[in-house]
């Protein structure tokens, strides 16, 4: 189900691609990579591999992803009910995990990553 149009598409796309030059920057890339990493997942339907940009918390093993405007978004949707797999790229590496979607009685959504190896 698309969501949008193509002004909303482009416009998310240059979003996406500043925050990962700022990842990228010297200047501030140490400090944005705190709390802004990429997640790698395969669609479940599409069957495609995608790589996003988002805001997240890390204790320990546990990475918790606020999910901002989770109606306008759907990739989330890919890690509901028993969840699935996903990549965390955390201080320079990818680290596998699996990935639970929850909505709370508010409405709002996080994804809880348990990282393994």
Do not use: C
């Not at 990228?24 to 996003?52: C, D, Q």
Request: hydrophobic fraction near 35%; aromatic fraction near 6%.
């Amino acid at each position: 189900m698309r969501r949008g149009g193509p002004l909303v598409e482009r416009a998310v796309r240059g979003y996406n691609s500043a925050m990962v030059a700022l990842r990228s920057s010297r200047r501030w890339g140490p400090a944005v990579r705190r709390h802004l990493t990429m997640v790698t997942y395969t669609g479940r339907r599409s069957g495609r591999t995608f790589t996003i940009p988002v805001g997240y918390r890390r204790t320990g093993n546990t990475v918790v992803i606020g999910v901002r405007g989770p109606g306008a978004k759907n990739w989330w949707r890919n890690f509901t009910g028993e969840g699935g797999p996903i990549s965390v790229e955390l201080d320079g590496a990818d680290r596998p995990g699996h990935a639970i979607a929850r909505r709370d009685e508010k409405g709002r959504v996080a994804v809880t990553v348990q990282l393994t190896a």
